[in-house]
C-alpha cells in the first residue's frame, strides 16, 4: 500500500489558547462572521532538531516495506524516505536467544541495504540507512514472527492467549557513511526494544478466528497489529506502543541524533596519545 506523504502546514500552528476552544467558541466569538466556522489548521511544523534539519532534503533509506514504519518515521518530520527493503533472508538460528536474534537480523538487514545503496549512482548514496525488526516472544520463550499459513495463525493466537503474557522486542539499526577514511567507513548504532503484551484471557476461538479471517495479521510478527483491528485481542500493554506497531520512535530518534553526531567527535575515540603510551 502506497502511503501518501504528509502535506507540510501553510499557515503556522494555532496558539494554545486557541487550541482549548471549539469550534462553537469560535464561532460565537467571531465579530460580524456569526456561524462561519474558520478553516481547520494545517498540521504542526516538524520537529526542529539539529540532526532531523540536516537530513531534510537528503536521502534517507528505509530498509523495509513496512507502510508503518514510514508513517512512524512520518511522526518526527523525516516525510521523504526512500524505500529500498533488504533481502536478507531473515533464516537466522533461534538458539542465538531473543535478543541476539533480533538484533543481528536488524544488523544484517542494515548492512544488506548499505553496500547496495552506497554505490547507487542513479539516486547517489545515502545520508542515512535505517532498518528494523520485530519479534514476538511467548512467555515460555519462544521466538514468534509472522504466521505461515492460516491454522498456523490460529495456533498463534490461541497460544498468546492461553498463555496471558508475551514480549515484543524490536531492533533498530541505523548507519551512517562517514566522509572521512575512517575504518569501516560508517557510523552505526543500535538499540532494542522490549514492550509487554498482555491478551485478554477471555478472548473466544470464534473471535479469533473472526480476527484471522479479516487476513489483518498475516504480515505481522504474533499474527495481529495493535493499531487495526488486533486490538481487541489486548488488554493492556507495559512499554513502547510503537514498539508494537514496529519502530519504537523515541529510540529510534535517538540512534540517528548519534549517528548525525559531527565526525571530529568520533573520531576522539581512535585517538590515542602518545605521551600515554611513554608513560606506560
Do not use: W
Not at 533509506?61 to 529500498?84: E, M, N
Amino acid at each position: 500500500m502506497d502511503v501518501k506523504e504528509p502535506l507540510l502546514p501553510s499557515e503556522p500552528p494555532p496558539s494554545y489558547e486557541d487550541a482549548r476552544k471549539s469550534p462553537l467558541a469560535h464561532n460565537r466569538s467571531a465579530s460580524g462572521t456569526a456561524g462561519i466556522r474558520r478553516p481547520p489548521p494545517g498540521p504542526p511544523p516538524p520537529l526542529n532538531l539539529p540532526a532531523l534539519n540536516d537530513l531534510r532534503g537528503s536521502r534517507v533509506v528505509l530498509a523495509s516495506a513496512s507502510p508503518r514504519r514510514r508513517q512512524l518515521l512520518a511522526q518526527i518530520g523525516l516525510t521523504k524516505v526512500d524505500i529500498c527493503p533488504s533481502k536478507f533472508a531473515e533464516n537466522l538460528d533461534h538458539s542465538l536467544g531473543a535478543l541476539n536474534y533480533v538484533l543481528e537480523t536488524a544488523s544484517a538487514k542494515v548492512h544488506d541495504v548499505y553496500k547496495i545503496e552506497i554505490n547507487n549512482t542513479e539516486r547517489g548514496e545515502p545520508a542515512i540507512v535505517i532498518a528494523a525488526d520485530t519479534i514476538i516472544v511467548s512467555h515460555d520463550g519462544r521466538i514468534l514472527e509472522k504466521p505461515r499459513n492460516e491454522a498456523d495463525h490460529i495456533a498463534m493466537l490461541k497460544m498468546l492467549r492461553d498463555q496471558r503474557e508475551h514480549k515484543v522486542m524490536t531492533a533498530v539499526a541505523v548507519m551512517r557513511p562517514l566522509e572521512s577514511a575512517v575504518d569501516p567507513g560508517y557510523n552505526m548504532e543500535t538499540h532494542v526494544e522490549e514492550t509487554t503484551v498482555k491478551f485478554d484471557p477471555a478472548i473466544s476461538d470464534e473471535l479469533i478466528l473472526a480476527y484471522v479471517k479479516t487476513r489483518d495479521g498475516n504480515d505481522k510478527a504474533g499474527g495481529y497489529g495493535i493499531q487495526t483491528a488486533g486490538s481487541i485481542l489486548i488488554e493492556r500493554i507495559e512499554g513502547s506502543y510503537d514498539n508494537v506497531v514496529g519502530l519504537p520512535l523515541r529510540a529510534t530518534l535517538k540512534l540517528i541524533e548519534k549517528v548525525m553526531e559531527p565526525e571530529e567527535e568520533e573520531e576522539g575515540d581512535f585517538f590515542v596519545d602518545s605521551r600515554e603510551e611513554e608513560e606506560e
